[in-house]
């Protein structure tokens, strides 16, 4: 499968070739551990150039020609990262020995290969967890595949995974294809009997051989089976209709379910390498569109198919000659509609990308409205807008251009085929009845009427595989959330303990991309109930640190200890219930006050919340709310400040009485006052707890027994303030750097005052 | 004063001591050939060039051809084939570097520079520049028009 899509889609060798792995395990007599391409060289022409690392050595080859630097040197590897082109060079004591360069598409295996090489030069063992072989495809194809997931998944497959939805409802199924089948059958039956009507009643009248009261008679009683077929057709109609439309409904409905209960599993690693808006629209208009496919697309090209072919045979069958004329263009007029279908479909994409600008003003005027408003800048959207506004209605325009042109010329094509066959018909016609090419009046009437009924069908087989193509896409796009599944490993036996709170990390490493590591053999102790601080520059891996104690993300490497047991071996649901995090600006739901507060423990008695809003210091602000507790704080609770939120959100900590508490920068975005009151309710909430805090503020720290310093993915101070400020490290000069920072606002401030007076 | 090996490693004398740097663009899209910032190991800013010419002349090509490396992205000039699959879209395409295939996703669209060329970024960040519409235009035109 690998091998498709590196023909397919990557031109780029599917494996080292044989030969040069052949000479390195003969002549070399070294074991291949990983290899990479660099697929360009210093003047940026595309090139092959392999770099191959084995137990001993490691070997550069091009064009057959193999040099190799054996492990035994101290190197020095460097990267120079470009916006497409890096170099990745070997070195020892600066100067260069050999460059490589490589795009971007190389990226992840030369990351992964400079770490072995690090690794390997300092006489370590590298264990590999696949064969060189499946690490090199796996990064080459992970950014491809990551955003084509289960893409082996073929068209037809997903078209027959979909219709296997439709298994629990077999019995509206089978009416509602009884009713299409009805219904297109009994839509034959009335120009056959208008033919009747002319042969047997109207031209025998007129030519005297029946009498007027015989004639009425049968005519009537034809009349009569005319409106019964009419009733009959419109009463299968509905019963299709109502049937699939229900069907399509309940099956959007299976698939809503599955795929949000599903969506509930799975790990912040999938929502990180998904947009919120692209999930929500596969749960929201994918299912849409597959109820349009059950309650309409499969049944309409159903009944055009057998329409077609009823069609086909009754014209055949009424006159050999006339419905061959009818029906031999057909294939040629589903061919037209279907190139039709293909032009269409990229004026569909251009609209697409026009809408996507137009639409993309919205997402970003509509929520930052008040910055447009406070830089007067209304003028200025309202003209953006409008000029992507026209753009979007000129590529519809386009559209409706190419198939308001292309559907009349089609009917003149039917209609042609109509005249073709009027004028073969109307010499057969003024013929003598003894005559073999006599065709009679009724057969005619009838004939013309069939002729009619036959654009429609076409029309809807022409479409098909756009339809087709829209709906497969819709559920595959759902199918491949369905088969994600969760990265976090599952023990067998997991444990469900209560905490004490004791948390370890032991040489953690951690990578969000599974190529850099964000944590870099990360260690330290926390006893239950003890309380410490994170501090370090932004995106040094604090809250890295917290998100793996919640087990967000697996580790890659050492080990996270709760109270003595692996994080692993923790049931999930369990371990999170016992810890709580208190971020700087916390999410609260669309919903009441009570509820955001009583959020996962709905049970508890009202006076529980109402304590723990005490607690929190938020009691006070939400009675001054007109429905106090029950007032709705808006989408995120947006109506709400800051410094509310934050309480609310305390107020929720406390409820669930955590073993461990996490403190993201909990006092980082409010005023002094507000501070002091979440100060306040933190100093009552992490009494008994185990503590880790984030602070940039170092004052906030003070009661943190200990203070871990972290710069780059690793520890590099640890100790009790005093200790830190011992050091003349770090921390020391984080603190400097804040007192000259008050000092400065401080003096400003004064002096600020003294021109004011 | 600027240094650069054959890696691409950039240098920059401070207070006679060569110090590793990187130059960035300011604005890489806007306008290319003006304000560069010169930056060390920690994105401390050392230096903001405003125009190459600003430079002493035997920099000049140092750093000319140190951001010919930094900016460098693939030239197309042929298009065999685009084709769509389920969430990516397929481009098999000529540069002037040699034949190659890449992906984008559906809703990303070549960007429209002011210069009236198109950029596009593939899914592994490789950037692809096309500087005239002449060939391919009939495949390209949906995305770029």
Redesign the interface.
């Known amino acids: 499968m690998k091998d498709i899509y590196f023909k397919?889609?990557?031109?780029q060798a599917t494996l080292l070739p044989s030969a040069v792995a052949a000479k390195i395990q003969t002549q070399h007599r070294d074991k291949i551990l990983f290899y990479a391409l660099s697929d360009?060289d210093?003047k940026?022409?595309?090139i092959q150039k392999w770099i191959v690392i084995g137990e001993s050595s490691f070997y550069i080859i091009e064009k057959g020609e193999v040099e190799f630097f054996d492990f035994n040197t101290k190197y020095e590897f460097?990267e120079?990262l470009?916006?497409?082109?890096n170099?990745f060079?070997i070195?020892i004591e600066d100067k260069?020995l050999t460059?490589l360069w490589y795009?971007?598409?190389q990226?992840i295996l030369f990351s992964q290969l400079k770490f072995i090489l690090e690794e390997k030069n300092l006489g370590k063992v590298v264990t590999l967890k696949d064969n060189p072989d499946d690490l090199y495809q796996e990064g080459i194809l992970s950014?491809?595949l990551k955003?084509?997931a289960s893409?082996d998944?073929h068209k037809n497959k997903v078209a027959w995974r979909l219709l296997k939805y439709l298994k629990p409802y077999q019995a509206e199924l089978v009416i509602g294809c009884f009713g299409a089948i009805s219904a297109t059958v009994i839509s034959l039956v009335p120009p056959f009997i208008s033919g009747k009507l002319i042969d047997d009643i109207l031209r025998p009248y007129q030519n005297g051989d029946l009498g007027l009261s015989q004639a009425l008679s049968i005519g009537y009683v034809l009349i009569g089976a005319l409106g019964s077929s009419y009733i009959l057709r419109e009463f299968f109609t509905w019963l299709r209709l109502k049937k699939m439309s229900f069907l399509g409904e309940k099956i959007a409905r299976d698939l809503r379910k599955e795929l949000f209960n599903h969506l509930q599993t799975l790990d912040m690693q999938f929502y990180a390498n998904k947009q919120t808006g692209s999930i929500i629209s596969r749960v929201s208009a994918d299912t849409d569109r597959i109820w349009d496919f059950i309650a309409f697309g499969v049944v309409e090209v159903f009944i055009a198919l057998v329409t077609l072919i009823g069609l086909a045979i009754v014209l055949i069958g009424l006159d050999l000659e006339l419905g061959l004329i009818m029906t031999l263009p057909v294939p040629i007029l589903i061919f037209t509609i279907f190139k039709h279908g293909q032009k269409m479909q990229?004026?569909f994409?251009?609209c697409w990308?026009k809408w996507?600008d137009l639409t993309a003003v919205l997402s970003d005027v509509i929520p930052g409205i008040q910055v447009v408003k406070s830089f007067n800048q209304e003028e200025k959207e309202m003209k953006r807008f409008g000029v992507r506004n026209e753009n979007a209605m000129e590529e519809f325009n386009e559209v409706h251009r190419s198939w308001t042109s292309f559907w009349p010329l089609l009917m003149l094509s039917i209609q042609a085929i109509m005249l073709l066959v009027w004028s073969m018909a109307i010499p057969r016609l003024v013929t003598m009845s003894t005559d073999t090419a006599y065709i009679s009046v009724g057969t005619f009437v009838a004939f013309i009427l069939y002729m009619g009924m036959f654009s429609h069908p076409i029309e809807v087989i022409g479409q098909m595989a756009r339809m087709l193509n829209r709906s497969t896409?819709s559920a595959?796009?759902i199918f491949?959330i369905l088969d994600t599944k969760s990265t976090l490993a599952k023990e067998k036996n997991q444990i469900k303990q209560e905490l004490k709170g004791g948390v370890e990390f032991k040489q953690v490493l951690f990578s969000y991309d599974g190529v850099r590591n964000i944590l870099k053999g990360v260690s330290f102790n926390v006893a239950a109930g003890e309380m410490i601080g994170l501090v370090g520059p932004s995106g040094s891996g604090k809250s890295t640190i917290t998100k793996l104690m919640n087990r967000f993300y697996d580790i890659s490497g050492g080990e996270i200890l709760i109270d003595g047991i692996n994080l692993k071996q923790l049931e999930l649901g369990h371990l999170r219930k016992q810890i709580a995090v208190v971020h700087q600006d916390p999410f609260l739901f669309h919903g009441t006050i009570l509820d955001n507060i009583r959020y996962g423990n709905e049970d508890l008695p009202l006076i529980k919340v109402i304590e723990a809003a005490k607690v929190a210091n938020a009691h006070e602000f939400i009675l001054n709310f007109k429905d106090s507790y029950d007032t709705i704080v808006g989408e995120r609770g947006q109506t709400l400040s800051g410094g509310e939120r934050q309480r609310i959100s305390i107020a929720r900590a406390i409820l669930n009485d955590p073993k461990i508490l996490i403190l993201d920068e909990a006092t980082s975005a409010v005023d002094s006052e507000t501070e002091r009151k979440i100060q306040e309710a933190l100093d009552k909430l992490t009494a008994g707890r185990t503590v880790i805090a984030i602070a940039h503020r170092l004052s906030t720290l003070r009661k943190a027994s200990k203070i871990l310093v972290v710069k780059k993915g690793e520890i590099v101070e640890m100790g009790s303030h005093k200790e830190l400020m011992l050091l003349s490290g770090e921390y020391k000069k984080l603190q400097d750097m804040q007192m000259e920072m008050h000092h400065l606002m401080h003096g400003t401030l004064e002096q600020g005052g003294k021109h004011d007076v | 004063m600027f240094k650069l090996e054959d890696n691409m490693a950039l240098s920059y004398l401070v207070e006679k001591i060569w110090c590793a740097v990187e130059v960035k663009p300011c604005f890489p899209l806007t306008d290319v050939a003006h304000f560069f910032s010169v930056r060390n190991d920690d994105g401390a800013e050392l230096l903001l060039i405003e125009s190459l010419s600003d430079l002493e002349k035997e920099d000049q090509p140092i750093i000319q051809r140190y951001l010919n490396f930094k900016t460098f992205c693939f030239e197309i000039i042929g298009l065999y084939q685009v084709e769509e699959d389920f969430g990516v879209r397929h481009f098999e395409v000529k540069t002037k570097q040699g034949d190659r295939n890449f992906q984008t996703k559906l809703d990303d669209w070549p960007k429209k520079m002011p210069n009236g060329s198109f950029l596009i970024t593939d899914l592994n960040g490789d950037e692809y520049f096309i500087s005239s519409l002449e060939f391919g235009s009939k495949l390209l035109a949906s995305y770029v028009e």
């Open positions: 397919k889609y990557l031109k360009l210093e940026m022409c595309m460097k120079e470009g916006k497409t082109a170099v060079s070195l260069i460059s795009s971007q598409k990226n950014t491809l955003n084509q893409s998944l990229k004026l994409l251009r990308r996507s896409s595959y796009r491949e």
